[in-house]
């Protein structure tokens, strides 16, 4: 691959700013699960009483300046926050209508002031008169004379100070940055009679802030923040947190307000356009349930049901309690299901959860039932009056399976409804929703039939 070397001569008087020396004491992230999170950075500055200007760099690029706040011994008169970095485009933008210089692979110089360019291809004015158009950059380097003014090499912080004492300080920075987030991912197996779990949870975390953050102490906050677009305030410091669920976890989970906090118990590195996996809790052996499920609910229609979707839905269930190994909140995540048959473990299907509290029961459709078949007809669709209307519904399951199964209807109704006659019990859920628990022997067929009364 060719590559484009750019030569920078800087005059005495460049404007390249100059970082404040700094040594970084500790470092803390905070990440949310929605694109955000907060750097706590405590750095040693050398300091002089009175006014200064000091710079710091290696802050996100994705920072949000009006949450940049500052703590030390006296007060802040400005700050700015830069991110101009250099660059081939920029520099030559920079550089329109002035004379530059390029190189070919064989030392020919072709001079002349720059009318248009960018790192592909450039167009010139030469000084004997005429233009050069050159389409393909890749075997020239660029000569200018200088830096242009207000570029910087990284982005960068910069305070002007007033400080009540001289010597070293230890100065707190705080602000937020897009870039940062986190998901939990979930991966669970199933035993060979579908009765127990084994689950295994992860924390994959994106850096995309611009930043690299070495040995962080590393926070994640499960929940739905609610933010606004603009004038964003500044996150500081967090008040303290109740006391939280102790286990041998690398995170030890924490209340906080109405969220929840993962506190991992070591020091990390997140380096910049990277993705982390730390596990989150691992544990064995969890009771379940399998279920199937038909419900109507996705083609439901005022007067009554047109269910083109004669599908089977199975579904995994288990509760999350402490005598299971679980007991903590689970962060919204994707649950991806396996299966083992005793000699290896095959894929089967994935769900996404909620954030859910601990001690509630999760559901997850792992998939639909290939060998269960359902076939729904209207028998009866009478209006006996303005307000008054008559429904009549057949069902058929029929189990191509080698065991017995029972399968539960949903049944989404709607308002103002009565159910006239039906050949198989029914729970009511609800005031809109009805539960059938219809068995259907191995190879057999079951019908349900049900009548159902409207007024409106």
């Given amino acids: 691959m060719h590559k484009i070397f750019i030569l920078v001569f800087l005059l005495i008087n460049s404007a390249l700013i100059l970082p404040q020396e700094s040594n970084q004491k ?24 009175g006014k200064s200007r000091v710079s710091i760099t290696d802050v996100a690029q994705n920072i949000i300046p009006a949450t940049v706040h500052i703590k030390f011994d006296g007060e802040v008169i400005e700050q700015n926050y830069q991110y101009d970095l250099v660059s081939l485009d920029k520099i030559l ?25 960018n790192s592909a291809q450039v167009v010139l004015q030469k000084k004997e008169g005429g233009i050069t158009m050159l389409p393909d950059l890749t075997k020239y380097r660029f ?118 906090i993962y506190d991992l118990q070591r020091q990390t590195s997140l380096n910049n356009n990277e993705k982390k996996q730390i596990s989150l809790f691992e544990t064995s052996d969890i009771p379940v349930t399998k279920k199937y499920l038909y419900t109507n609910k996705s083609n439901y229609y005022y ?39 005793g000699k290896s473990i095959e894929f089967i299907g994935e769900d996404m959860i909620e954030h859910t509290p601990k001690n509630e029961k999760l559901k997850l459709k792992i998939g639909d039932a290939f060998d269960i078949v359902a076939e729904e007809i209207q028998k009866e669709n009478k209006r006996i009056t303005d307000k008054l209307y008559e429904q009549e519904y057949e069902i058929k399951f029929r189990n191509r399976k080698e065991q017995d199964v029972v399968i539960e209807v949903e049944r989404f109704l709607g308002l103002n409804w009565e159910i006239l006659n039906s050949n198989i019990k029914y729970d009511k859920k609800d005031a809109q929703n009805v539960i059938f628990q219809v068995p259907v022997k191995a190879d057999k067929e079951t019908t349900l039939n049900f009548k159902i009364r409207y007024t409106y």
Wanted: aromatic residues 10%.
């Fill in 93 to 117: 933008q920079k550089y329109i209508d002035k004379d530059i210089q390029l190189y070919s692979e064989t030392n020919e110089i072709i001079e002349g002031k720059l009318l248009s360019g």
């Fill in 143 to 260: 000569n200018v004379n200088t830096l242009p003014e207000n570029f910087i090499t990284k982005p960068t912080l910069i305070w002007d100070l007033n400080s009540n004492k001289s010597g070293n300080q230890d100065v707190e920075i705080t602000y937020q940055s897009r870039g940062l987030s986190w998901q939990a991912e979930y991966v669970g197996v199933l035993n060979e009679t579908d009765t127990k779990l084994d689950l295994k949870a992860w924390v994959s975390l994106n850096n995309n802030s611009g930043a690299s953050y070495k040995n962080a102490s590393l926070k994640l906050v499960a929940g739905d923040l609610n933010l606004i677009q603009e004038n964003r305030q500044p996150m500081y410091e967090m008040p303290v947190m109740t006391k939280g669920v102790e286990s041998d976890r690398q995170f030890v989970e924490q209340s906080f307000f109405e969220y929840h």
């Fill in 303 to 341: 007067y009554g049901n047109n269910n083109n979707n004669n599908k089977i839905n199975v579904v995994i269930e288990f509760e999350n309690k402490a005598e299971y190994g679980l007991g903590m909140p689970f962060p919204k995540g994707v649950i991806r299901m396996n299966k083992s048959d």
């Fill in 26 to 49: 500790s470092l803390a992230i905070t990440v949310y699960n929605g694109d955000l999170g907060v750097v706590k950075d405590v750095r040693s500055l050398d300091l002089s009483k």
